[in-house]
């Protein structure tokens, strides 16, 4: 095989494959990429066994077709570090060179035939046709409620992707929140069957950042053979290995009661919501809402002996009068996600779920469950937090300076 690369534009391509490759297997050939050189295109591929991915490389001309698997953490430093935009790479008997300009580097390869074979998509039942921009944002909407650190529930790293009557949905949760986004795809009879696909999220965010790069009007087809669901567009084919577990049945957690609602402008929310965080981070991140109907929304936060806020904003309250406390990340992750001028927030009393949702659509739902809050939580307009806040600040400041010439003296 020999080939000759423009290197901006390969290295596109050759970073999509290299992320799916796997460094960390026993198996050497699995943490590199395989070049396959036919007629006037080349062909990349990676797997770590439970995902894959085969794509066309970008900016490559082929001068003797052939087949080898490059070493991901060698030739891609090489890629990126080489003096000239012009490379060729020419392997023969696993024995690979790299030329760039007057520059020459030898390296080893391993047997292609060490590569695993990787599953056919030819088969597969079609499930649906979706725009990429609309499954980027499915994928960026429903996946913020998952926890890739989570080994057990399974479901807990994982998403769910739904084919129901005529929506596509994809839904996450935490157990302490819940994220559900939808897309309408019309008659799931036109493609496939109903179906429940229960897929990691980590390669998920892979295919997020897949989508990222690519026009959102590209046409993705999604297909699924009972174990592997693959996503393609154009010439990409990315494959992810479901799990093999159940998901919660989110449609009886989901609680449709609320008893006070509130309207308000997403920037304004987010960014008190941001200067909130920076004095309860180092805390509990508990932010409490008190909202009154008729009048503005007004949040609260404080850390013992390190500070006090009071946010204040305009909002279109209704229903009854209520204090509730809630994770601050937990809320700014659902504004992140929203990405609307306004947002609506439903609540179901102090101690029920909570929904953050766009104003005029119903293709989004975020649920978060409340935190208990205390007297000790509470911030009333008329108290002396702010004073005794400021005078637990001078006393540490005291002490600081005070330890400080202690240990001078000493």
């Given amino acids: 095989m020999k080939i000759e690369i423009i290197r901006s534009d390969f290295l596109k391509t050759w970073q999509m494959a290299e992320r799916s490759s796997s460094a960390k297997s026993t198996l050497s050939s699995l943490s590199g990429v395989l070049v396959t050189a036919e007629g006037e295109e080349v062909w990349l591929s990676a797997t770590d066994l439970k995902t894959s991915i085969r794509c066309a490389a970008e900016g490559v001309n082929v001068i003797r077709e052939g087949a080898a698997i490059l070493p991901v953490k060698l030739l891609g430093e090489l890629f990126k570090k080489a003096p000239s935009d012009k490379l060729t790479v020419e392997v023969k008997d696993e024995k690979g060179l790299l030329m760039a300009g007057r520059n020459k ?156 609602t509130i309207l308000l402008k997403r920037d304004e929310f987010l960014s008190a919501l941001d200067r909130i965080d920076i004095i309860v981070r180092s805390h509990t991140r508990l932010v409490v809402m008190h909202l009154s109907p008729g009048g503005s929304l007004r949040l609260t936060g404080k850390a013992p002996e390190f500070g006090v806020v009071v946010e204040e904003l305009d909002a279109d309250i209704g229903g009854d009068p209520i204090q509730a406390g809630f994770n601050v990340g937990f809320l700014q992750d659902g504004l992140k996600a929203l990405g609307t001028e306004s947002v609506r927030m439903n609540l179901n009393g102090e101690a029920g779920q909570a929904t953050i949702c766009r104003e005029e659509a119903d293709d989004f739902l975020y649920m978060l469950m409340p935190i208990r809050i205390t007297e000790q939580d509470i911030i009333e307009p008329d108290d002396d937090e702010f004073e005794k806040s400021e005078e637990r600040a001078a006393e540490n400041a005291a002490e600081e300076t005070e330890g400080k010439d202690e240990k001078e003296q000493e």
């Fill in 105 to 260: 580097t030898k390296f080893a390869t391993w047997p292609v035939s060490d590569f695993p074979k990787l599953a056919d998509s030819g088969g597969a039942q079609i499930l649906c046709d979706i725009p990429a921009g609309e499954l980027l944002r499915l994928l960026v909407e429903g996946s913020i409620a998952s926890s890739p650190a989570d080994d057990f529930p399974k479901y807990l790293g994982a998403c769910l992707l739904q084919l129901t009557g005529e929506n596509l949905r994809l839904i996450s949760t935490d157990t302490r929140r819940l994220s559900l986004s939808k897309w309408l795809c019309g008659e799931v009879g036109e493609k496939g069957e109903p179906s429940d696909l229960l897929l990691p999220v980590l390669p998920l965010r892979e295919l997020q950042r897949l989508l990222a790069s690519t026009a959102p009007e590209t046409p993705v087809r999604i297909l699924y053979d009972g174990s592997l669901t693959w996503f393609q567009l154009g010439k990409t084919e990315f494959s992810i290995r479901r799990v093999e577990s159940s998901f919660p049945n989110y449609e009886k957690i989901l609680n449709p009661v609320k008893t006070t």
